[in-house]
């Protein structure tokens, strides 16, 4: 029996795909638990559009992700930090930190899109990858001052 995955399932396949199953396991597992439906002719042409639409939005939101990272190539941001005459800081410059000072500069980026390397908890400059989406990054330098 030919159906199409709802959700991901272990073992058998992502969302959006048409496995071939033995009849009980869908009619007794996945289909009622809303796991898989049929692959009848309708809804493989609906999963042909949908999936259409969805590489369209993909592809949209990489351009614009694209341009994003264009225009942050060569951005600095400055944060200031508390610090202690040897150069270490009180507590680290948080993720939370940096997106609140991209903001500032005008780009509204989540704060889980931030990848430190390591923990900022000294003076000086310090390098941050953006994650924009799956394929496009920007790194960026950051430089923590003492206030």
């Given amino acids: 029996m030919e159906i199409i995955l709802r959700h991901d399932v272990k073992s058998l396949g992502y ?5 071939k199953v033995k009849n009980g396991y869908a009619n007794n ?7 898989a439906v049929l692959a009848t002719a309708t809804r493989m042409k609906d999963l042909k559009e949908d999936l259409k639409q969805a590489q369209f939005k993909q592809e949209k939101i990489k ?3 694209a341009q994003v990272a264009e225009t942050m190539t060569d951005l600095s941001l400055t944060i200031g930090a508390k610090a202690g005459a040897n150069g270490k800081i009180f507590g680290s410059v948080t993720s939370l930190q940096i997106s609140q000072a991209l903001k500032l500069k005008g780009y509204e980026i989540d704060r889980r899109k931030i990848v430190l390397d390591g923990d900022v908890k ?3 400059s310090h390098t941050v990858t953006i994650n924009l989406t799956k394929e496009v ?3 960026i330098n950051v430089e923590v001052v003492a206030e």
Avoid: E, F, T, W
């Fill in 63 to 65: 351009a614009n992700a």
């Fill in 122 to 124: 000294s003076l000086g």
């Fill in 137 to 139: 990054h920007v790194v």
């Fill in 29 to 35: 597992y996945l289909i009622p638990r809303g796991m």
């Fill in 15 to 19: 969302k959006d795909d048409v496995v």
